[in-house]
Structure formats: C-alpha cells, structure tokens
C-alpha cells in the first residue's frame, strides 16, 4: 500500500539519537533547547516550548491565553478534533466556523458574520483557533482585523504548514497571531515521532507555556513566589501538566530540521505533477492562496461526482483496493458523536459537509518516489474514467 503520508528517516537521524541514547540525559538536557533554537531560526519567532504532541501545545497555549469556564473556542470544522478539544479541556465551550469552499480553511467571511451576531448576543470567543489545513495558510491578515476589532486571541495551528510561508513571512512567526502550534507526528512535514511546539512572540505568554508544560514548577527565582532556598529549590507557582517532550524525539527533530525546505520543496515538485497529470480528470485541484507557499503536507482532491459513475466511498475503496493508501482529512468535528451531543448537527456548517461528501487525500511524503506517484496516477485514472 502506498502510503498517504510517511516519515523519512535518514542514518544521521538514527544517529541523532543513538548518540542521546550514549549520553547522559534521556530528558531534560540539551537537545530540547537546540530543537526549540531550530523552530525559532525556522520560524522568526521569538520563543518556543517543545512537547510531547500538538494536542499538548493547543492545551497550553489556551491556558496561557486565559481561556476557561464561561469562555468560547471557535474553530474550522475540517481539522483534527483536536484544534476543538482544547477549548473543552480547560472547561471553555467550543463553537464552528465554516470553511471557504475554495481554501477549505476557516472562511474569514462566515467569521466576520458569525462575530457580528455574537457581538449582539454578547457570545463572542475568547480565542480563535485557525488551521492551515494541508498546509496551505489562512488568511492571516482578515483573521488578524477581525481579532483587533472584535477583541479574540488567535491560534494559529501550523500542524500540516511547517516550511511554508505567508507574504513572505516564515509559518509559524506568529506575525498575525499570539500562538502558533506545530505537531511532529510521523505523518507530519517534519517529525519527532510524537512531538509539538507552541511559539509567541509575547513574554507574558511564554512564561505561561513553560509553566503550564512541566507542572506549573519553576526554578526561576525572579519568578517565585518566596525567597529561593538556592540549591535545588524549585516552586510550584501553577497547576501545570508534565508536556515534556524527551531528548531523544527533540534529537531526532533538531536533525529533521535541517532538512525542512528539502523536504517542501519535494513535496512541490510532487504536487506539480499530480497538477499536470491530474488536470483532465473531473475533479478539483487543490486551491493556492495568492501570496502564499503552502507547507503541502497533505493533497485534497475533490471528486465531481456529477461526472463520475461511482460514489464516494466506491471510489474510496477501490483505489485502496488497488494499493493507494488514500484517507479523508477530515470528518467535519461538529459531526462526531461526541459534539453532536453538544447539539451540532449535520446542516450546521454547509460547506464543511459539503466538502466531506467527495474529498480525498491522495499520497504526498517526502520519500515518495515518482514511480509510486505514478502509480496513484495511472490507479486514480482507472478507477475514476471506468464504469
Ligand atoms: C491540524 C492538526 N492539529 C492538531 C493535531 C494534533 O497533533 P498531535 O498528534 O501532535 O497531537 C493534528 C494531528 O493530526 C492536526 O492535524
């Protein structure tokens, strides 16, 4: 089966990290720092914090924001759930903004409407989680008006956009944004197996997160609440979790990093083909925002299923059937059991749903060859041009 996304790991990965392995710290020492020092030169941003997955990363960066009980998370429907649940984890309630049918990201339109209404019903959000799905960017800028006038924070989750870039700022610099979030999942543009990182640019924030990320403990002494006991005195100033992410991943992570745009620009020149051989088939091509260099960790297609014979599942199945490892991205988050007992609904968020209906995520990893993309190629054709 080939694969729709995979890690590339090289020797000098496997020795990243069976030189920690030989060395004196599994956690806690040098390579976290030197992994965060490669996300901050990648990025521009003036602080980052390394953990254990971006599920942790939105976690914290919501409890720095000062989200909790009595406030509101609105995100895109067509995202991990996730970049939704961690508006539920610190007790906030969670709402939707449909996407633009184009983009497939949050629609800045539908945010614009949904937050003049709530400004009347006085429900506005507190912070704004807005994710650069495939990796191609939102639109910054309008969602950055919008949280200037409306008064919410904004989280950008650059998940699926590391190495991309926004009118020509690095992804992730958190130029319009208080947050940017990243995961290093193996299916992800870069990895460290399991791993995320918050970013900001704002002191107040970082101290949070580094707090929030290992047990609300501090050695700092500036930061302490009594007259520090020196030695190996510590407090606990805030309840915080154990987020760390260990030496070994950040290894591996710091050795990935020196291969971010290699690994873009591999997945450009992947895409580039499947644009020109893919162009006479029925169905739509990814959109690219003017501006923008998407992080293209995933390729959507979109079946026009008025030209084709089959269904959505059947096409689905058949090119897994025939060893495309193809998969959806994403089952709209206000469908899920979970939050259609909070009352969503199908209807809720049109274009979500609609985009559901015949979307597919075709193969695209650095390591893949073009004989594999070839053969997604020549199967897709089969499967899509016979009865
Ligand atoms: C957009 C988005 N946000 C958040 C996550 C969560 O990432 P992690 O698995 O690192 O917690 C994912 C993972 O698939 C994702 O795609």
């Known amino acids: 089966m080939i694969?729709?996304?995979?890690?590339?790991?090289?020797?000098?990965?496997?020795d990243a990290i069976s030189d920690v392995l030989n060395s004196d710290f599994l956690t806690q020492g040098p390579q976290v720092p030197a992994f965060e020092v490669s996300l901050m030169s990648a990025t521009g941003a003036?602080?980052?914090?390394?953990?254990?997955?971006?599920?942790?990363?939105?976690h914290i960066a919501c409890l720095a924001l000062g989200l909790g009980k009595g406030d509101v998370l609105w995100t895109s429907p067509i995202t991990f759930v996730a970049s939704a649940n961690c508006g539920l984890y610190c007790g906030a309630s969670v709402d939707f903004v449909d996407i633009d049918p184009a983009s497939y990201n949050l629609c800045p339109i539908a945010l614009e409407e949904k937050l003049k209404f709530?400004?009347?019903?006085?429900?506005?959000?507190?912070?704004?989680?807005?994710?650069?799905?495939?990796?191609?960017?939102?639109?910054m800028k309008a969602i950055h008006a919008l949280s200037v006038e409306y008064g919410f924070k904004v989280i950008e989750d650059v998940s699926h956009a590391i190495g991309g870039r926004y009118l020509n700022q690095p992804i992730g610099s958190c130029e319009y944004s208080d947050i940017t979030v990243f995961s290093f999942h193996p299916v992800k543009i870069v990895t460290t197996a399991e791993g995320g990182a918050a970013l900001?640019?704002?002191?107040?924030?970082?101290?949070?997160?580094?707090?929030?990320?290992?047990?609300?403990?501090?050695?700092?002494?500036?930061?302490?609440?009594?007259?520090?006991?020196?030695?190996?005195?510590?407090?606990?100033?805030?309840?915080?979790?154990?987020?760390?992410?260990?030496?070994?991943?950040?290894?591996l992570g710091v050795s990935q990093m020196t291969r971010l745009s290699e690994f873009v620009k591999a997945r450009h020149q992947l895409a580039e083909r499947y644009?020109?051989?893919?162009?006479?088939?029925?169905?739509?091509?990814?959109?690219?925002?003017?501006?923008?260099?998407?992080?293209?960790?995933?390729?959507?297609?979109?079946?026009?299923?008025?030209?084709?014979?089959?269904?959505?599942?059947?096409?689905?199945?058949?090119?897994r059937a025939n060893g495309i490892g193809v998969?959806?991205?994403?089952?709209?988050?206000?469908?899920q059991p979970y939050?259609?007992?909070?009352?969503?609904?199908?209807?809720?968020?049109?274009?979500?749903?609609?985009?559901?209906?015949?979307?597919?995520?075709?193969?695209?990893?650095?390591?893949?060859t073009y004989e594999q993309q070839n053969e997604v190629i020549r199967v897709l054709t089969n499967v899509i041009i016979s009865e």
């Open 118 to 139: 709530a400004r009347l019903n006085g429900s506005l959000p507190k912070v704004v989680v807005a994710v650069h799905l495939c990796g191609q960017p939102c639109d």
């Open 200 to 251: 900001t640019n704002d002191k107040a924030l970082a101290y949070k997160m580094a707090l929030y990320r290992s047990h609300g403990i501090t050695r700092d002494e500036a930061l302490m609440e009594n007259v520090s006991q020196g030695g190996s005195y510590y407090e606990q100033v805030d309840l915080g979790f154990n987020y760390r992410m260990t030496e070994l991943q950040a290894a």
């Open 275 to 319: 644009y020109e051989k893919l162009a006479d088939l029925p169905i739509t091509l990814p959109y690219q925002l003017p501006g923008t260099y998407s992080g293209l960790h995933l390729f959507v297609i979109r079946l026009n299923l008025g030209k084709i014979s089959k269904t959505h599942k059947e096409v689905f199945d058949e090119l």
């Open 3 to 14: 694969p729709y996304g995979r890690q590339d790991i090289t020797q000098a990965d496997v």
């Open 339 to 368: 939050y259609q007992r909070m009352g969503f609904k199908n209807g809720d968020f049109p274009n979500a749903e609609s985009y559901y209906t015949n979307a597919i995520s075709l193969p695209m990893f650095h390591a893949m």
């Open 46 to 58: 003036k602080f980052a914090f390394a953990v254990n997955s971006a599920t942790s990363a939105l």
């Open 327 to 335: 998969n959806v991205h994403y089952i709209p988050v206000h469908l």
